[in-house]
């Protein structure tokens, strides 16, 4: 009774960071077109810091502790905040180029992403079949990226999978932690360390505008309350519940991003995305039967 429950929470907390995520990416297009990617993924980091601290307080855990408290495997966490830095880069780039689902569909390869990744740090055994899975996914973003119609596709279209490529270390690397390592504070030194490299990057490609509103200041607050809020609730929920289960819930991002980009941006990319999506989708339900038949045979 208890697994269970624990799995319907992982789940709530699981859609909600990504709903988090996609309401990001909404305020991301909108003021993406007057202030560079790099400099909105800096200040993601920057103000996404503040959701992490509020968690940190919040935690009866950490009540008493520092927030420079020492943890196993620093260098990973700072590791993870390179690769963050690489995926919101890649990710905030492709918001300014393509449709709204369209680059939020792209990234639904991260799963594969994982399974690659978890073969040489994880020393997970991939079979058959996820091979397979893994074929098919990218041969359904190649779809996407490229369709016979050759509407869609252009260097921005990669950028999306650029991303996944980001977000996927970043999962891979949560794993590699003991349970014992709260989640808030892995995610407090990996965003500390992605201030840093944007920060560096800024500074190096001079690019930087200054805000002109307070009404652009508070959109760009928000970049980062949702994309932290976002990340942290999904890390949380892998650590609740093995994250085989979670693998058919990530797909609620096409539902997401269909509607947000229909309400925003009176976007209905259908002919872009048909069949390349359906290929995703079939890959990762092929993934999860995998996955969940390992599980029960272990049992």
Known sequence: MQSQKNFIYAVLIFLLGIFFLQLMGVVVKFVGTSYPALQLTFFRN????????IFIYISRNLKNKSLLVKIPMLWVAVLRGFF????????FTSLLYLQFATANSLTLVTPFMVALFSIPILKVYVGIWKWIAIIIGFTGAYMIINPPSDEVFSIYSLLPLGASFGYGMNLVLVRTFPQTVPTVIIQWYSQLSSIFFTLILVILTFQYISIQSLSDL???????????AGVFLMMSSYRMTDHINLGPFHYSAIIFSFFLGWVFFNENPFDELFPGIFFIVTAGIIIFWREKLKSFNNE
């Open 46 to 53: 920057l103000f996404g810091i503040f959701p992490v601290i």
């Open 84 to 91: 963050m830095t690489f995926a919101q880069f890649c990710f």
């Open 218 to 228: 508070i959109m760009i607050f928000l970049i980062g309350f949702f994309g932290a």
